[in-house]
């Protein structure tokens, strides 16, 4: 049995475990909602709430990225009562950075008490962790009128960091110095929380990692198409729907992608809390002035992308030449929907005299067909002992070298969390070694 100490946070007392210096609290309820209705804040308790299992998950299929990742939502207890988080702090935090994590998973999977992104590590080097559980899907992402309002899942986001700013401090942590990170649908969810209303001073910097700045545009259509099809689909209210109903309705709009798009299920700009669509970009450059930026991807973070829907997809079998177009296609992806508009918005930002640094992950496992793919960097940061062994996109891993980068990208978002200055400078993880010392100014 490990050893647990009680919180003591304004919205209720909490059991959380102690191990290793460590607080783990998992599952405290950030906000409650009924189906389709937007998040409310959690009245108070005064028992102590257990938590030190396992929380719950949105409820969702299995994950697209299994062959990247591998079955990381194994076991895990899912239910719509899922607007929780998790905190992983030092014992004796006092005033210490905090940093937020919002999981990818193109709005239909994934979730923030998975062991996969735990954040031990950085803990350990003095930072509060917050990993956030947030509606996804049909749950989270499906407007319906006069049924589900758009953004759900977003405004879910929101009100997590409220949370953090009210009770953050009674776990050590400083509300004043919030770093929002989040990967693929994660950073795209923090770059629509760049321009969304309400949002100013819940957060003071943010990592964006594989932003899918490629779809920023064009989301109404795609939104749109959705709805309609879902209207044909449904056979009764969504509102009495099983959650297994629910499921099926998301697996049936799954099967009709729409071409060109990676996510199919995101927010809604026009629709609350985010701007028009054509005031989108203006709105985040805006927000960024006041919040340093470090945007990331990875060299091959079209991979997985290529396989399944790219344009040359079909061929990728033929002899010879498939797998030189299974490499056209990756960096036709990666170049698309990842680094170019990556790129663009770090120019933009500069022009507008925001602080913003990119970053790319070029490390692959050798001989890994896989290569520096989506989703390879996120281990070298977080995860628990053990939770990325099955990972196949790390299979073939050189153990020095992981221990290396690892100790690069944890010196990285260590020294930019506690607020220190980037140069600026493009930084390559995994191409030439780098210290922290190269990438900061003294």
């Known amino acids: 049995m490990p050893n647990t100490t009680q919180l003591h946070l304004p919205c209720g007392p909490v059991k959380a475990a102690l191990t290793d210096n460590l607080i783990h609290a998992r599952g405290i309820p950030y ?17 102590p ?6 929380a719950p998950i949105c409820p969702q299929l299995p ?11 194994d076991g895990h207890p899912m239910d719509e009562t899922c607007l929780v988080l998790s905190i992983t702090a030092p014992a004796r935090a006092q005033h210490a950075p905090v940093l937020v994590w919002l999981h990818g998973g193109a709005y239909i999977s994934g979730g923030g008490d998975l062991d996969c992104y735990q954040g031990s590590d950085l803990a350990g080097r003095g930072i509060v962790c917050v990993n956030v559980t947030y509606r996804l899907g049909v749950f989270g992402y499906l407007p319906i009128d006069g049924v589900a309002p758009a953004n759900l899942g977003l405004l879910d986001q929101i009100a997590a960091l409220r949370w953090v700013q009210d009770n953050i401090a009674a776990v050590g942590g400083d509300p004043g110095n919030v770093t929002l990170a989040g990967q693929s649908a994660g950073a795209d969810s923090m770059v629509c929380m760049l321009a969304a209303e309400g949002t100013r001073g819940l957060f003071h910097r943010v990592i964006l990692l594989s932003p899918p700045l490629g779809e920023l545009h064009g989301r109404a259509e795609t939104r ?18 099983t959650i297994a109903e629910l499921l099926d309705l998301q697996k049936k709009l799954l099967l009709d992608p729409v071409r060109g798009r990676l996510m199919l299920f995101a927010p809604t700009f026009g629709a609350y809390p985010l701007p028009s669509e054509d005031a989108v970009e203006s709105k985040i450059v805006e927000a960024a ?19 399944m829907s790219g344009p040359l997809c079909s061929l990728y079998s033929m002899p010879f030449v498939g797998g030189l177009l299974e490499a056209l296609g990756t960096w036709y992806m990666t170049r698309r929907y990842f680094s170019l508009p990556s790129q663009r918005l770090h120019a933009r930002l500069v022009q507008a005299g925001c602080a913003s640094t990119t970053c790319s992950f070029e490390w692959g496992a050798q001989n890994n067909p896989l290569q520096a793919c989506h989703t390879i960097d996120i281990p070298f940061v977080l995860g628990a002992p053990g939770a990325w062994e099955k990972a196949p996109m790390l299979q073939g891993s050189d153990a020095e070298e992981v221990l290396r980068l690892g100790e690069e990208m944890k010196n990285l978002w260590t020294r930019f969390v506690h607020g220190d200055r980037l140069t600026g400078e493009h930084i390559a993880i995994g191409k030439d070694f780098v210290t922290s010392d190269d990438m900061f100014i003294e």
């Open 31 to 47: 906000a409650t909602s009924a189906r389709f209705q937007p998040p409310q804040s959690t009245a108070k308790w005064t028992s």
């Open 49 to 54: 709430l257990d938590c030190t299992a396992r």
């Open 63 to 73: 994950s697209r990225l299994e062959s990247v990742m591998g079955p990381l939502t």
């Open 224 to 241: 749109a198409r959705l709805a309609e099809k879902a209207e044909t689909l449904m056979t009764k209210d969504p509102r009495e729907m």
């Open 289 to 307: 002035r006041g919040v340093p930026v470090l945007i990331g991807w990875t060299a091959h973070d079209g991979r997985p992308f290529a396989s």
